[in-house]
């Protein structure tokens, strides 16, 4: 069965302070990785897709990377606007190949 | 633009009630989808459109109906929702299905409270 598993669930950052958040995976023939933005009470904004290993994406102070089991979102010198949780997302072979399976999310605080 | 839009943004409706949500976007996407969304939960997807037509359906009670009357609108029709059945109601959309993988964008959702 496919898994997706985000840590830390969730995270408080002083402004500035650079960090790093994990999205693990076990599913039967990645077709993609999805990183999304949800602000509370809003629809979550797409922000990046990875494909293979060894890809990275890049955006504004954000930085999605990818190797066989795992994703890592990096956020470098965070500023109280990124506060929101982030998801991942898998699409995967094994399943209809176009739905999305969720991690649970991690919820970013940054602190002024 | 990657905007998809929902309406109304909240609603409120007794078990006994018919309501719809309505979404819509233009930019001309051939897959749609409806996903519920619970308090501190990643969404789960209820329905999926594929060139107008139904390919997905998640096990869903009954008493959620979609219709998509062209590419562009899709609607999710609500009737004898129980309390546990509120949550945010997500649209989203992609370019295609299939064995190309395409990103999916959402709206704003539909914040719904059954009383």
């Known amino acids: 069965e496919d898994q997706v598993t985000q840590s830390p669930e969730a995270l408080r950052l002083q402004e500035g302070e650079s960090s790093s958040l994990n999205c693990s995976y076990t599913?039967?023939?990645?077709?993609?990785l999805f990183w999304y933005r949800q602000d509370p009470g809003k629809g979550p904004e797409f922000l990046f897709t990875?494909?293979?290993a060894g890809e990275e994406k890049e955006k504004e102070r954000l930085k999605a990377t990818l190797t066989k089991k795992e994703s890592f979102l990096h956020i470098t010198a965070p500023k109280p606007e990124d506060s929101a949780t982030y998801l991942c997302?898998?699409?995967?072979?094994?399943?209809?190949?176009?739905?999305?399976?969720f991690g649970k999310g991690t919820s970013l605080l940054v602190t002024p | 633009d990657t905007e998809v839009t929902q309406t109304p943004k909240h609603l409120v409706m007794g078990m006994t009630n018919k309501k719809s949500l309505k979404c819509e976007q233009h930019?001309?996407?051939?897959?749609m989808y409806w996903y519920k969304q619970k308090a501190k939960k990643p969404p789960e997807l209820m329905f999926v459109?594929?060139?107008?037509?139904?390919?997905i359906n998640e096990s869903v009670p009954s008493r959620f109906s979609p219709e998509c009357p062209n590419s562009s609108l899709l609607n999710l029709h609500l009737h004898a929702l129980q309390p546990e059945d509120s949550a945010l109601y997500l649209c989203?959309?992609?370019?295609?299905?299939?064995?190309?993988?395409?990103?999916?964008?959402f709206g704003p959702g539909t914040r719904l409270t059954v009383t």
């Open positions: 459109y594929s060139y107008e037509k139904l390919s």
């Open positions: 990875l494909y293979s």
């Open positions: 989203a959309s992609s370019q295609g299905t299939g064995t190309v993988t395409y990103e999916q964008y």
């Open positions: 930019m001309g996407h051939r897959a």
């Open positions: 599913v039967s023939g990645l077709r993609g």
């Open positions: 997302a898998v699409q995967a072979g094994s399943n209809s190949g176009y739905a999305l399976n």
